[in-house]
């Protein structure tokens, strides 16, 4: 009978059961296969890759053969299966797990091997004592120190309030005081800045500086004179020749000669 006069399926498993006796009829095939992997002992199984064997899942090597993985009280199998870890609240110690004491106001810390202590208490001695938060004062963001409120500031552990002066305010730390726009400080007070003819507050408000066409002199805004083919520089308080020009003391003289001039 030919293959081809047979229905797909019968077909199908024709060709299957005489490529499955072609492998049995070649000599050294199965043999070859049982040694590539070797002998499994038990509680092991082959690897899928590099070819040998691998022990199961709670089980360890010893020599040629797969041992089990004794698991202590309050521990579990980590993710690979080879190896052991402590539940939460317990802790390695001398091949066990050992609960872990959490004293009063503390917690179990998320990296699983102590204890931290609830906000406003901080650690001494294997205890969470509390923060002693003085008046005008609070916890700062760690929840075991204090800071002192904006306005005060700290002295000898307590927090006392800022001898702001006149024309002067609660800067940006909330601890210390600064002058307004237009004074500056000198010793415990506030002074204004005297600012001269041609001359204007810079940004910091405390300082002054020159109007362009202007540089500082004693006190002064004094103006400078800019020669002829000379322009004010981007700065305003100096000056340079234009294009075509260069100077020569304090003139500016044609540039004859260069290309360009």
């Given at each position: 009978?030919?293959?081809?006069?047979l229905p797909r399926t019968k077909a199908c498993r024709f060709l299957m059961i005489t490529l499955l006796a072609g492998l049995a009829c070649r000599p050294g095939v199965a043999a070859a296969q049982q040694d590539s992997a070797g002998t499994v002992p038990l509680n092991a199984h082959t690897r899928p890759y590099g070819g040998g064997w691998e022990c199961d899942r709670g089980y360890r090597s010893a020599g040629e053969a797969c041992v089990a993985i004794e698991l202590p009280p309050d521990a579990y199998l980590e993710s690979s299966g080879r190896r052991w870890e402590c539940k939460r609240g317990y802790?390695?110690?001398n091949g066990a797990c050992a609960k872990i004491q959490v004293p009063p106001h503390a917690f179990l810390s998320p990296r699983r091997n102590g204890w931290e202590c609830e906000r406003g208490y901080r650690s001494l001695d294997q205890a969470c004592v509390a923060v002693a938060v003085p008046p005008n004062s609070h916890l700062d963001s760690s929840g075991d120190r204090w800071e002192c409120d904006r306005g005060f500031r700290e002295s000898g552990g307590s927090c006392v309030a800022l001898e702001i002066p006149r024309d002067g305010y609660?800067?940006?730390?909330?601890?210390?005081?600064?002058c307004n726009r237009g004074y500056r400080k000198r010793d415990d007070a506030c002074v204004a800045v005297e600012v001269p003819a041609n001359g204007f507050l810079d940004s910091s408000g405390s300082e002054w500086v020159c109007e362009r066409g202007f540089r500082k002199g004693s006190g002064s805004c004094v103006a400078f004179p800019v020669p002829v083919n000379a322009h004010l520089d981007r700065s305003g308080n100096r000056w340079t020749c234009d294009p075509?020009?260069?100077?020569?003391?304090?003139t500016c003289a044609e540039a004859k000669g260069q290309e360009g001039a």
């Open positions: 009978m030919s293959i081809h006069s802790v390695e110690a609660v800067g940006d730390s909330g601890n210390q005081w600064e075509g020009y260069r100077r020569q003391g304090e």
